[in-house]
Nanobody, 124 residues
Framework: QVQLVESGGGLVQAGGSLRLSCAAS????????MGWFRQAPGKVREFVAA????????YYADSVKGRFTISRDNAKNTVYLQMNSLKPEDTAVYYC?????????????????WGQGTQVTVSS
């Protein structure tokens, strides 16, 4: 089991950058695949990015490909989401999630644990 806490959200102008962090508790962080999801008002929760246990494999939603980068530091029990060239449509609550058995989960229902979310607002 793992507890997740996101941080790094805030207000940024269009074209700017922001880095989100997700800190995990315990000593088993490397056993979990990790993902980032986001949910805007009136929208379903959508997949953003995922990374496998070792960090050697990643996958991105088409909407963020080339702009966002997911990474992890297992020594620090932390996963990151570097967001560049931000657009107003990126505005959402961003959630960190962990999965125990699937190597590279892409669906929200495949994840076992979730953080509380952090708000990202991109102004124009």
């Amino acid at each position: 089991q793992v507890q997740l806490v996101e941080s790094g959200g805030g207000l940024v102008q269009a074209g700017g950058s922001l880095r989100l962090s997700c800190a995990a508790s315990g000593r088993t962080f490397s056993n979990y695949a990790m993902g980032w999801f986001r949910q805007a008002p009136g929208k379903v929760r959508e997949f953003v990015a995922a990374i496998n246990r070792s960090g050697g494999n990643t996958y991105y939603a088409d909407s963020v490909k080339g702009r966002f980068t997911i990474s992890r530091d297992n020594a620090k029990n932390t996963v990151y989401l570097q967001m560049n060239s931000l657009k107003p449509e990126d505005t959402a609550v961003y959630y960190c999630a962990a999965q125990w058995t699937i190597l590279l989960p892409l669906r929200a229902r495949e994840y076992d644990y979730w953080g509380q979310g952090t708000q990202v607002t991109v102004s124009s």
